[in-house]
DNA sequence: TCACTAATGTACGAACTAGTACGTTAGCTA
DNA sequence: TAGCTAACGTACTAGTTCGTACATTAGTGA
C-alpha cells in the first residue's frame, strides 16, 4: 500500500501536495499500526518523512484525523479487491470457496490493516462512525455473497439459513483471528497460525468450515 | 471479577495488602480495557483506587508490570472454567458443542478481557512471553478437546482429520472476532453481533458449524 | 511496650507530546 | 516578470505523564 514512489529531490525544497500527503499517510499507518492510537507519535510521524509535523496539521487537522485517513485508506484496499472479484462463472460451493480465500489471502497480505481494525474497535469505532466515507457502506463482498447463496439454496447445494451478513462475518473472524490473534496464540499454546508451510492447511480449513456449514445435512 | 468486597474505612489509614493489590488490578483491568497500554494513565488508575500511585510502583514496579499482572489475571478466569467443565459423560457431538458454549458464554461474558487480549496482540505478545505464569502454559480445553476427537474419530462419526489446537482456534475465532470485532462490524454493515436478541441465533450457529465441519461427508 | 518493618502518603521533577504562532518560498498566473 | 498563494519550515509552549525521593504510620513480635 505504499503509495510514493519517486524519492526525486534535486537540493531545494520540492513541493507536491499530493506526495507529502500521501507520505504521511504511509509513514502513519505503519506507526498506527505499530503502536495504536494513544502509543503512535506525532513527532515519530514526521520524523519519518520527509517533512515536518506541521504538514500533518496543516493536511489533517490533527492526530485523530490522519488516524481516520489511514483507516479510510486502508478499508479501501479491501473494498477494492472484493469489488475486483469474479466468481459469477463459478458454481456455489466454488465460489463461496473463493470468496472466503480472498478474504483469507488479503488478511494475511496486509496485517498492518487487521492492526489497525483492532486498534479501531479498542476505539469502539468512532472514527468510522465519525468517518462520511466509511459509515455503513457495506461491503461489495455482501452482493456478491448474497447472490452465491440464494443460488446455491435454489439449486438444493446449500441447506443452511444463513444470510449474507452473517456469513460474512463467520469467513471474517477465522481470517481475521489467524493475523490479529497470531502473538497470544502462538505464545500460549505454541503454534504458529500464520506460518507459511500451514498456509495451505489453514486456508482449506477455512473452506471446508464454511462449505460445510453451508451443505450439512439438516434433515436430522 | 472484581476482588474487592468491603470497603470498610473507619477513619484512620487502614492497612491491608492483599486489598489494596486487588483492588489496583481491578481499576487497573478496566482502565487498560477502556484505553490500551499505551492510553491508560497510571495516575487515572491511581486516583480510581482508594491508594495512590505510589502504591502501584510498591506492588507491581510499573506500568508495563501491572499490565501484566492484569493479564495474568484475567487468564486465570477462562482456565478456571475450562477446568471447571466436564464433558465426560457426554456423546462428542454434544461434548464438542458444550465446549464451544463455554467458549461462546465465557467471551462475551467478559469483553474486557476480549480487548486485553487485543491489546497484548498489539503489543506481539511480549507481556505473555515475559511471563513465568503464561508462557507456553497451554490451556485445559486442549486437553479436552484431544479426548473428544479422539472418541469421536474412534466412533467414526467424526470425520476430520483435525488435531486439537486448530479445532480450538476455530472455535476461538468466531467467539472472538464477534465480541472484539462488534463495533467496526456494527458500523460498517449495520449489524450488531452481541445483540441480546442474537444471541443464541449466534450461539447455534458456532455449533452447527463446528459440528459440520468435524461430520462433514468427506467421501466425495 | 517498644522497636521494627511493611504499608502508605506527599510532593515534586524530568522528559515527553500535541498542537500552534510566525516566518519563508516555490511555482503558477495574469 | 511581478505578485500571489499554496505549501512548507522553525521554534516554541502549555499541559501531561511516568516515576521517585522523602516522610509517615499501622500493626506485629520480642
Known sequence: MTSVEEPARTGGRIRDAARTRAEILDVATKEFARAGLAGARVDEIAALTRTTKRMIYYYFGGKEQLFTAVLERAYSVIRQAEQDLDVEHLDPVAAIRRLAELTFDHHEAHPDFIRLVSIENIHEAEHIAASEQLG?????????????????????????????????????????????????????FGRDLTAPDQREHYRAMLGDMVIAYLTADRTA
Not at 463482498?141 to 443452511?160: C, P, Q, W, Y
Not at 444470510?163 to 493475523?179: E, G, K, Q
Request: net charge positive; glycine share 8%.
Open 136 to 188: 455503513k457502506i457495506g461491503s461489495p463482498a455482501l452482493e456478491v455473497i448474497h447472490r452465491i447463496l440464494e443460488s446455491g439454496r435454489k439449486s438444493g447445494l446449500f441447506t443452511a439459513d444463513v444470510d449474507a451478513v452473517d456469513l460474512h462475518a463467520m469467513i471474517s473472524s477465522f481470517c481475521f483471528f489467524r493475523v490479529a490473534n497470531r502473538h497470544t496464540f502462538g505464545a500460549l
